[in-house]
């Protein structure tokens, strides 16, 4: 086996020395938007970097018997039938650049903000083979929001993935925005060199801008990094990026580094995914997405670990419902892949209870395991007091106080005081000391946590 394998390489070697080292071409055959048929590649592999003669750059999507379809992701002029295809026997992969932290850059490694590429560049793979199960631990350490309603009842810990979910302009980015805030008021993560890196998947330029701006402001985006594709970019790049995003990960990862990776949105992700596979003529599935739907989401969060070197990647991924309907087919998709979902109500939102939590659908599978000890006491309390107040509050809410009884009344006042408690403005994280401290009092009131 080796012996073929050197054999080959000498050969390709001479090869080179000759000038006989020519790639195979072909013509295109058929064009449709962003996904061309090309005939005459014969030894082209899957994702094999091509070129369109002078006028732009694809990868192999798909091998024909008789032809192969082309996904373009970069088009500098019109392509047409008849025109010239190069394979360039590489496999196509993403522009990473170190000093991208702190800016906002696109997959071929560009700087948005400047419109240059950066000066000191490597190529990745768009994406990596999943680390091995032997090579992770245990997920033990607390990944800390800021926020109360997170921190105290449905923790993250550092290697989770855990899905934020809701309707339009109900909070979900803000959510996640606050969680990069916070990583920069936390000393003890700042000694670990967290990073942060939000993936902006077919976003405008106008909300990307907000985004960087907000960050700037809080001076959270010196460990920020921003992989984005915006809705001007062709759909295969858009359905890239988070993998791409997800590379730059793993490479800080192998650093021994925390890494909390936002991926803003999933659902955009999955309904581009959809356009190019039925542009591509792909046999669609339930909802027109193709069978394989499944497969790239969990292939994508699967990256999320903590890794034996002691590093980590927090996966937050989101996904927009609509109607508040979360048994859809990408939720319920995404829901049984990740660690556990925060639910976000419109009627909570419109109500002012901000962030807008509904805590009767949302979980943590991992719960306290990734709290520190006096938290988990407290959350566990909180969260049966808080939770059996909003079962009882949708029977007795326009009940008269006076016909309740003094342990129902005591119940009913002790929930709303929670409630209130955990509204909390926008970028104005608490520490754990200060949520036990806001929150020791209303649990003491139903008797649950003794006075010392």
């Given amino acids: 086996m080796g012996t073929h394998i050197d054999e080959l390489v000498n050969q390709k070697i001479e090869q080179i020395k000759n000038n006989e080292n020519v790639f195979d071409s072909g013509t295109v055959i058929q064009v449709k938007d962003y996904i061309i048929e090309v005939a005459g590649l014969e030894n082209v592999t899957y994702f094999e970097?091509?070129?369109?003669?002078?006028?732009?750059?694809?990868?192999?999507?798909?091998?024909?018997?008789?032809?192969?379809?082309?996904?373009?992701?970069?088009?500098?002029?019109?392509?047409?039938?008849?025109?010239?295809?190069?394979?360039?026997?590489?496999?196509?992969?993403?522009?990473?650049?170190?000093?991208?932290?702190?800016?906002?850059?696109?997959?071929?490694?560009?700087?948005?903000?400047?419109?240059?590429?950066?000066?000191?560049?490597?190529?990745?793979?768009?994406?990596?083979?999943?680390?091995?199960?032997?090579?992770?631990?245990?997920?033990?350490?607390?990944?800390?929001?800021?926020?109360?309603?997170?921190?105290?009842?449905?923790?993250?810990?550092?290697?989770?993935?855990?899905?934020?979910?809701?309707?339009?302009?109900?909070?979900?980015?803000?959510?996640?925005?606050?969680?990069?805030?916070?990583?920069?008021?936390?000393?003890?993560?700042?000694?670990?060199?967290?990073?942060?890196?939000?993936?902006?998947?077919?976003?405008?330029?106008?909300?990307?801008?907000?985004?960087?701006?907000?960050?700037?402001?809080?001076?959270?985006?010196?460990?920020?990094?921003?992989?984005?594709?915006?809705?001007?970019?062709?759909?295969?790049?858009?359905?890239?990026?988070?993998?791409?995003?997800?590379?730059?990960?793993?490479?800080?990862?192998?650093?021994?580094?925390?890494?909390?990776?936002?991926?803003?949105?999933?659902?955009?992700?999955?309904?581009?995914?959809?356009?190019?596979?039925?542009?591509?003529?792909?046999?669609?599935?339930?909802?027109?997405?193709?069978?394989?739907?499944?497969?790239?989401?969990?292939?994508?969060?699967?990256?999320?670990?903590?890794?034996?070197?002691?590093?980590?990647?927090?996966i937050l991924p989101i996904v927009e419902t609509k109607g508040g309907d979360i048994t859809d087919y990408i939720s319920t998709n995404i829901i049984s892949i990740t660690d556990g979902q925060i639910v976000l109500s419109e009627k909570e939102f419109a109500k002012g209870n901000k962030p807008a939590i509904n805590y009767k659908n949302s979980v943590s599978r991992l719960g306290g395991a990734v709290q520190k000890a006096d938290i988990k006491k407290l959350g566990a309390e909180i969260r049966r007091t808080f939770l059996s107040y909003l079962e009882t509050k949708e029977v007795y809410e326009l009940a008269n106080m006076d016909e309740m009884t003094p342990e129902l009344r005591n119940k009913m006042k002790v929930g709303k005081q929670i409630q209130e408690a955990l509204n909390q403005p926008k970028f104005r994280p608490l520490t754990n000391e200060e949520i036990i401290d806001k929150f020791k009092k209303l649990a003491k009131q139903e008797g649950n946590i003794d006075e010392n």
């Fill in 49 to 314: 970097k091509v070129t369109i003669w002078e006028k732009g750059m694809g990868y192999v999507n798909q091998i024909k018997e008789n032809s192969v379809t082309v996904a373009i992701v970069k088009e500098d002029a019109p392509i047409e039938i008849g025109d010239l295809v190069k394979t360039t026997g590489e496999q196509f992969k993403a522009v990473f650049a170190r000093q991208a932290l702190g800016r906002i850059v696109d997959i071929f490694g560009t700087d948005l903000l400047t419109g240059k590429v950066f000066d000191k560049i490597e190529y990745i793979n768009i994406e990596n083979d999943t680390i091995p199960i032997m090579d992770r631990r245990e997920v033990n350490r607390p990944m800390l929001t800021g926020i109360a309603g997170i921190d105290l009842i449905y923790p993250i810990g550092k290697g989770q993935r855990q899905l934020i979910i809701g309707d339009k302009k109900t909070g979900k980015t803000q959510i996640c925005l606050d969680t990069i805030v916070n990583q920069g008021a936390i000393i003890d993560n700042r000694a670990n060199d967290v990073i942060c890196i939000y993936i902006a998947v077919g976003k405008t330029k106008k909300e990307i801008k907000t985004i960087y701006n907000e960050l700037l402001k809080r001076n959270a985006i010196s460990y920020t990094m921003m992989v984005v594709a915006t809705n001007d970019d062709k759909a295969p790049v858009v359905s890239l990026i988070p993998f791409v995003g997800l590379s730059i990960a793993e490479e800080f990862m192998k650093m021994k580094k925390d890494v909390i990776v936002v991926i803003d949105d999933l659902k955009k992700h999955a309904d581009v995914y959809r356009e190019i596979s039925l542009v591509s003529d792909k046999t669609p599935g339930r909802e027109a997405y193709p069978a394989d739907i499944f497969y790239l989401h969990a292939r994508l969060l699967e990256k999320g670990c903590q890794y034996k070197n002691g590093g980590s990647i927090t």
